[in-house]
T-cell receptor
């Protein structure tokens, strides 16, 4: 079974620029999550999708972050404009069964 | 408000000895707990889990203990191996929360050869 694919692996941008991350979940996994992991902290949920609908985006900074999951498969997470404090690893995870989370390798974003 | 806390940022253990990683939680609605292991430049990988109806779950060298009254869980690794060196995250979820995971801040385990 192929894992959760994420790209790019690394990204360096200047503050106020925009950036987008892509995630391809495991085939058949209806639930998809984006987490933000700041250095020294645990992953924090940004948004949860069920198929192509948003289940929870209460922790997504909507003034600068947006996410979509077209056709209930791939997902993109965008930041526009980026701030220095957005430097983090962005993790995508998908789930089929009740507890079976699988994480991707993440995208490490550095905002300078 | 940290609902899941791992108070030890790091732990060093000699190879062959027991590693004990601790985790405390405050939300009494949590009913499922998981441990994830993370190597640098990789995503977290699932290690072991426990439901709140149990107080112990074992999988090979890994055992998780849950003390609901103390809102405390621990991960025991016996014997510890150098390949176990990684960051370990405790996570919890609650029924009705769409099974979202709330993570602790992690503990860096170093197993010395």
């Amino acid at each position: 079974e192929a894992g959760v694919a994420q790209s790019p692996r690394y990204k360096i941008i200047e503050k106020r620029q925009s950036v987008a991350f892509w995630c391809n979940p495991i085939s058949g996994h209806a639930t998809l999550y984006w987490y933000q992991q700041i250095l020294g902290q645990g992953p924090k949920l940004l948004i949860q999708f069920q198929n192509n609908g948003v289940v929870d985006d209460s922790q997504l900074p909507k003034d600068r972050f947006s996410a979509e999951r077209l056709k209930g498969v791939d997902s993109t997470l965008k930041i526009q404009p980026a701030k220095l404090e957005d430097s983090a690893v962005y993790l995508c995870a998908s789930r089929q069964q009740a507890y079976g989370y699988t994480f991707g390798s993440g995208t490490r974003l550095t905002v300078v | 408000d940290q609902q899941v806390k791992q108070n030890s940022p790091s732990l060093s253990v000699q190879e062959g000895r027991i590693s004990i990683l601790n985790c405390d939680y405050t939300n009494s609605m949590f009913d499922y707990f998981l441990w994830y292991k993370k190597y640098p430049a990789e995503g977290p990988t699932f290690l072991i889990s426990i439901s709140s109806i149990k107080d112990k779950n074992e999988d090979g060298r890994f055992t998780v203990f849950l003390n609901k009254s103390a809102k405390h869980l621990s991960l025991h690794i016996v014997p510890s191996q150098p390949g176990d060196s990684a960051v370990y995250f405790c996570a919890a979820s609650a029924a009705g929360s769409a099974r979202q995971l709330t993570f602790g801040s992690g503990t860096q385990l170093t197993v010395l050869p």
